[in-house]
């Protein structure tokens, strides 16, 4: 990404949406959609790089800081791009009226934008068990009660 264009964007990235699209549509037409393709998958990989970063530095953090020995995780489940996306399907399977604020179906939720969460969502619907909530768990930390989300998508895909 050129300079230019990083400035560009760190100008428009707190904007609301419609703000971001004029913006947008203004570099389309004094630049061309080469050129704004090549911003978008630049782009792309800037949020990706932001994503792993963020994995590293949780690692870091819980090594350094809280002193758990790194053969304890594997790494935290953190959002990424492409568990973004996936949330986005999922999301749209169901109305997540009265899930839990973490749902793997609610748009936008951590848990619906981690790869590892939302391919396990997904998983679960070829299990009989399902996709269990996370909130809700006994006595030794294991859910207890199905996902409402979950619950929910099963029943709207039938």
Request: aromatic content about 6%.
């Amino acid at each position: 990404m050129t300079p230019s264009d990083a400035s560009y964007l760190a100008n428009i990235a707190l904007l609301d949406l419609p703000m971001r699209r004029e913006r947008l549509t203004y570099y389309l037409e004094r630049n061309g959609s080469q050129s704004l393709a090549e911003l978008f998958a630049q782009f792309i990989g800037m949020a990706n790089s932001v994503a792993e970063n963020c994995a590293e530095m949780s690692d870091q953090v819980l090594i350094e800081e809280c002193g758990v020995h790194p053969d304890k995780f594997t790494s935290v489940n953190l959002p990424t791009i492409t568990g973004a996306c996936q949330g986005v399907l999922i999301a749209s399977k169901c109305d997540p009226a009265g899930a839990c604020h973490g749902c793997a179906y609610l748009l936008g939720s951590i848990a619906n934008q981690s790869p590892i969460t939302t391919c396990d969502a997904e998983s679960m619907a070829h299990d009989q068990k399902g996709f269990m909530c996370h909130a809700h768990l006994d006595d030794q930390g294991e859910p207890i009660k199905v996902c409402v989300g979950y619950a929910r998508a099963s029943k709207s895909s039938i």
